[in-house]
């Protein structure tokens, strides 16, 4: 089988900056299979990339080579890096793109904190891990242009990587790297579970940050724009109206049939849902 690498920007698709990545991969992997997991996060948003590429990665074959570049810090001191877990490779700037790969992959027991700053967090890793900085130019296209570090260092080292390259031959092992604050939920006073709006997708529908293991049943009523939803659906269509249904990623979503629950409730990524257990 051809090897994978995905990619996971926010390019977007009006300009030759995608296609220019490709083109720096396939120059030295012609083999490698390209997959767009999505280059329409919005620029700048790297906690968006983080859930979007948690959601994706694991449905790829072993070995995969994930690029996720949305990097604010491009040209500047941050680091880019090679993360490498028993299903996959990651190559990305070290900004805390791979939050939810690190909070999926890897127990909060098995790292420990070492300083926080600017709103991401060190943390360094007890077990499980290999990583490396991405510090050896042999590997780099050149000249290096300090404002697409995208084309000329991650694609060439992602292309490596597909070839079977150790993430060693990029550069030094590391044992830390940087992680954004993932909004969890919580429980209030009343026992109702609080949560957030995580990510609005392309349908309207509310992604919360509350996985379906956090929930306490079906049998609750769901706050949030001003609504109460009555009990979590199976599917979609079970219902006319909004409805709160477990999608296909594990998160409770809203939905408004036929139509953007988003618009309908005028919600906005980080506004409160609360669910609330009802009495037997």
């Known amino acids: 089988m051809s090897p994978i690498i995905t990619l996971t920007t926010d390019f977007g698709y009006d300009d030759a900056y995608v296609a220019a990545v490709k083109g720096a991969i396939l120059n030295i992997n012609p083999e490698a299979s390209i997959v767009d997991v999505s280059h329409s996060i919005k620029p700048q948003d790297v906690l968006q990339a983080a859930f979007i590429l948690g959601a994706a990665y694991r449905y790829f074959p072993k070995q995969t080579v994930h690029v996720a570049i949305v990097d604010p810090g491009v040209g500047s001191e941050r680091r880019g890096i090679i993360l490498k877990s028993p299903s996959a490779i990651f190559v990305a700037p070290d900004n805390g793109i791979l939050s939810y790969v690190i909070d999926d992959l ?3 027991e098995s790292r420990s ?4 700053t600017h709103g991401l967090t060190e943390i360094v890793f007890k077990t499980g891990l290999e990583a490396a900085a991405i510090t050896d130019p042999r590997f ?8 697409f570090h ?20 990029f550069g030094e092992k590391i044992s830390s790297l940087h ?5 969890k939920p919580s429980v209030d006073p009343d026992g109702n579970l609080v949560g957030q709006v995580l990510h609005i997708d392309r349908f309207g529908n509310l992604i919360a940050n509350i996985k379906n293991n956090d929930l306490p049943g079906k049998n609750v009523i769901i706050e949030v724009g001003g609504r109460q939803i009555q009990g979590i659906s199976d599917y979609y269509a ?8 477990v999608g296909s990623s594990g998160y ?8 953007s629950a988003c618009d309908f409730l005028g919600v906005a990524v ?10 037997q």
């Open 106 to 108: 890897f127990s909060v």
């Open 113 to 116: 904190v070492i300083e926080q």
């Open 179 to 183: 992680i954004l604050s993932i909004p």
């Open 140 to 147: 780099w296209r050149h000249p290096v242009s300090p404002s």
């Open 270 to 279: 980080g506004d409160e849902i609360r669910v609330i257990p009802v009495a």
């Open 150 to 169: 995208g084309r000329d260092i991650f694609a060439p080292v992602a292309a490596g990587l597909s070839l079977g390259i150790s993430l060693y031959e």
């Open 238 to 245: 079970q219902k006319e109206g909004v409805m709160a249904v």
């Open 252 to 259: 409770l979503e809203i939905s408004l049939r036929d139509g």
